[in-house]
């Protein structure tokens, strides 16, 4: 069945260093959503990607997904305290399948 | 900001019975809920789509009987689980989303955690 793996599963940075978290699924998505939730907080919705090679960005935050639309990329440029939590990627085939998540904590 | 809210936020039943879930949208008018389960400390999973005034749209793996959800009105939708077993113990999650053509729109709520005993 489709799975959709997510790595890595943790990520420690400098606060200030950039952070990347990648999403591969075994099958070609129709979309791929990208989520973040806090510690003890529930998820928050950040982005949908479509098309085929498409990138977005909202401020220091770029995802990409690929050509393929079989993986995905959540780039974080100079990270800060508040971009601690778990970032998920899902990617939609005939279901929605949830990534493992990936746990990121800032240093400061 | 538009917020969803969860009752209960914790349950704790015995096995065999049926435990109802509630997910209000308080301040806007949700086309479409959604409800998600999350194991502790691990990755969400979609269990449904519910649009008002019609029937829920199950993901693959996912038991209707068992896992009754209705969307009667515009801001809120239940989710039962029926014969709960201890399996059944999870985080329940909603979310809700006022424009159909637009995920942005989307705001989770709290969540329930179900203990089945």
């Known amino acids: 069945g489709q799975q959709v793996m997510q790595i890595p599963q943790y990520q420690h940075v400098q606060e200030g260093e950039d952070f990347t978290t990648y999403c591969n699924s075994s099958?070609?998505?129709?979309?791929i959503q990208w989520y973040k939730q806090r510690p003890g907080g529930h998820p928050v919705f950040l982005i949908q990607?479509?098309?085929?090679?498409e990138v977005k960005k909202q401020k220091r935050l770029t995802f990409q997904f690929g050509e393929a639309k079989k993986n995905s990329s959540l780039h974080i440029t100079a990270t800060q305290t508040t971009d601690v939590g778990t970032y998920f990627c899902a990617g939609r085939n005939n279901d929605m399948r949830f990534g493992a998540g990936t746990r990121l904590t800032v240093k400061p | 900001g538009a917020v969803v809210s969860q009752h209960p936020s914790r349950v704790i039943c015995k096995s065999g019975t049926s435990v109802k879930i509630e997910c209000r949208s308080l301040d806007f008018q949700a086309t479409t809920m959604f409800w998600y389960r999350q194991f502790p400390k691990q990755s969400l999973m979609l269990m449904a789509t519910?649009?008002?005034?019609?029937?829920?749209?199950?993901e693959q793996g996912v038991e209707k009987d068992k896992f009754l959800i209705n969307h009667a009105s515009l801001t809120l939708s239940t989710l039962t689980v029926t014969s709960a077993h201890p399996e059944d113990s999870s985080f329940y999650i909603c979310s809700a989303r006022t424009d159909r053509a637009n995920w942005e729109t989307q705001y989770f709520g709290p969540g329930t955690r179900l203990l089945v005993l």
């Open positions: 519910s649009n008002e005034g019609s029937k829920a749209t199950y």
């Open positions: 990607l479509v098309k085929s090679g």
């Open positions: 099958t070609t998505l129709s979309n």
